[in-house]
């Protein structure tokens, strides 16, 4: 691609925020809250394991196509607002898959029912308890000799239970992996979701309409098809919003389970980027998910309700975030002046607050003028503030300095109130700069163990300090001592183990050892009281005390925990 064509592309291209207010489609759904109440749903079902049961499924097919679609048949008016009912949770399951294949699930309706059956859009609490009731009276009344809940039989879980309707069967058998791909802790986040809705809208509204022609598939990210599954979770909003886009067009999407090929890729990329001028992928806005092959996230981010800082105070909590960033070469470069630049300059990346000695150093040489390139893609603690690019140009002689032609700084709290979690610098009249972020969510505690000084049974060091101070009385008992850092170097706990009997004084008599099976170990939360430099007493607040050998291993559980 030419330096004109490309600066061409750029002048003509779109930004995402004027697509949503100039484009002429309108998306009728509540997407971020629909996608905030999908998420927790298919947690929930993951979690379910009695749910995956064949039997259970089965039986689950059963109540969903001769109990529950008949009944809601009978309360859906054609032209109105679906009912305020929602069915029992192994029935919404099997539902919310059947809408998974659209075209599938609108023959079925059409075929048995002579009208398109939607689903209500609930997405509060109270609501929602509200319409399970409701629909419960409904079932009861309409279906006296049949459970609300799913209570199969447990001696068909030994059997192969009959089958009714295959079809439907295969796509809740395929869809039982679902919310691992959607797992990602920062998934449910607001601002999040948001980002990921105005993206959708510009896939969907404007490249799938306007950038297809040649491209045999489309292939979109997970942000993107995160919205695109609820969206067709909600069939008559799904199909009123996308009426006048063709089957063939909405067919081109590559679903979640196929697999996909490195050219689709690359053809994606290459027509959003001549739509918005803008990398495609982004952070939380990866391509790698699809397929059967699970995809395993490169750090360890554990989903959870319930956070352990609330019961111990004195851990500081972790919070993590994700980070893309994409260079190009700004397309009115000469193009005679790239190579010489390439050789002597390079983008180096710093962070802001803490892991100062922290230096990735990437030559020009791995950027282009023809498309965006990835340069990094990092997990960093949001207690780093943000971090600095700095433009480097090598200098001559023998030691190789550089000097620091151009710097760009971004901050994370301006990239959380940034368009779509990402923002754009240039850095001199060589390149740009696109850095994305997912919204900071609480990560595992990180803890360390230090030793330290050796304490009496009252929790003191040992010392000529603490034994003036106690006017000479000596000091009985032997602990030996460990300290728990967080990942701040806050002290958390002092875990103590006892290991001797005896006194000390300052002539320093020998202590005697304890038998194995009366050794105690403590675990006191808080740090230190510190009475003078290092010297200091253990904290009072005792968490646990016990035998050695019981509570060692409840303390390494614990530590795992977090």
């Known amino acids: 691609m030419s330096a004109d064509i490309s600066d061409n592309m750029s002048a003509t291209a779109r930004t995402l925020s004027e697509i949503s207010e100039v484009d002429t489609v309108r998306l009728t759904l509540d997407l971020v809250s629909a996608a905030k109440r999908n998420v927790g749903f298919l947690r929930a079902v993951s979690e379910s394991q009695w749910l995956h049961d064949r039997a259970t499924v089965v039986e689950a097919i059963r109540r969903y196509d001769e109990l529950w679609m008949p ?80 209570q199969v039989d447990s001696s068909l879980l030994q059997s192969d239970p009959v089958v009714k309707n295959e079809d439907l069967l295969n796509e809740v058998t395929k869809q039982r992996l679902l919310c691992s791909k959607v797992s990602w802790p920062y998934i449910s986040e607001l601002v999040y979701l948001i980002a990921a809705r105005q993206r959708y809208k510009g896939f969907m509204l404007y490249v799938l309409q306007r950038f297809t022609d040649g491209c045999s598939r489309i292939v979109p990210s997970l942000d993107i098809f995160l919205m695109w599954m609820t969206h067709q979770s909600y069939p008559t909003v799904y199909a009123e919003d996308m009426k006048e886009m063709e089957g063939e067009i909405l067919g081109k999407i590559v679903g979640m389970w196929q697999t996909v090929k490195e050219k689709e890729v690359e053809e994606t990329k290459k027509v959003w980027e001549k739509a918005f001028d803008q990398p495609y992928e982004k952070a939380g ?8 092959a699970p995809f395993k996230p490169p750090v360890y981010w554990e989903v959870s309700n319930s956070d352990v800082n609330t019961k111990y105070k004195s851990l500081l909590p972790r919070f993590l975030l994700e980070v893309c960033i994409f260079v190009r070469l700004k397309s009115r470069m000469s193009i005679e002046a790239v190579p010489d630049d390439k050789k002597h300059n390079f983008l180096r990346l710093r962070m802001l607050r803490c892991h100062r000695e922290l230096k990735i150093d990437k030559p020009m040489s791995g950027f282009s003028l023809d498309s965006w390139k990835k340069a990094s893609h990092l997990y960093c603690e949001f207690n780093t503030k943000g971090l600095m690019l700095e433009l480097h140009k090598l200098g001559g002689g023998c030691f190789k ?98 290991v001797g009997g005896g006194f000390w004084r300052r002539g320093g008599e020998t202590p005697s050892a304890v038998k194995w099976e ?45």
């Not at 009944?71 to 009912?83: A, E, H, K, N, R």
């Not at 399951?93 to 398109?116: A, D, G, I």
């Open 71 to 150: 009944l809601m048949s009978d309360l859906v008016v054609v032209g109105s607002t679906p009912p305020m009912v929602l069915p029992p949770f192994d029935i919404e399951w099997v539902w919310f898959c059947h809408t998974l294949n659209p075209v599938s699930y609108r023959q079925y309706c059409e075929t048995r029912f002579s009208k398109f059956l939607g689903k209500p859009a609930i997405f509060d609490e109270e609501n929602e308890e509200y319409a399970l009731m409701r629909c419960k009276e409904l079932w009861m009344r309409r279906y006296p000799n049949e459970c609300f809940e799913n």
């Open 285 to 292: 806005g990866t391509i790698e998910f699809h397929g059967l």
């Open 401 to 498: 300095t550089s000097k620091i032609e151009d710097t760009a700084t971004f901050l994370w709290n301006d990239l959380l109130r940034a368009n779509s979690l990402t923002m754009e610098r240039e850095l001199g009249k060589q390149m740009r700069v696109v850095l994305s972020i997912t919204p900071p969510v609480q990560a595992s505690y990180l803890l360390k163990c230090v030793p330290d000084r050796v304490t009496d049974d009252s929790g003191a060091m040992v010392s000529d300090l603490i034994l003036r101070m106690n006017h000479y009385k000596p000091q009985e008992g032997r602990w030996l001592s460990r300290t728990v850092l967080d990942h701040a170097g806050r002290e958390c706990f002092v875990v103590r183990i006892r």
């Open 518 to 562: 009366d050794r105690i170990i403590e675990v006191r939360e808080g740090s230190w009281s510190y009475v003078a430099g290092s010297i200091g007493k253990a904290p009072g607040n005792m968490l646990s005390i016990s035998h050695a050998i019981d509570d060692l291993n409840h303390f390494f559980w614990i530590l795992h925990s977090f």
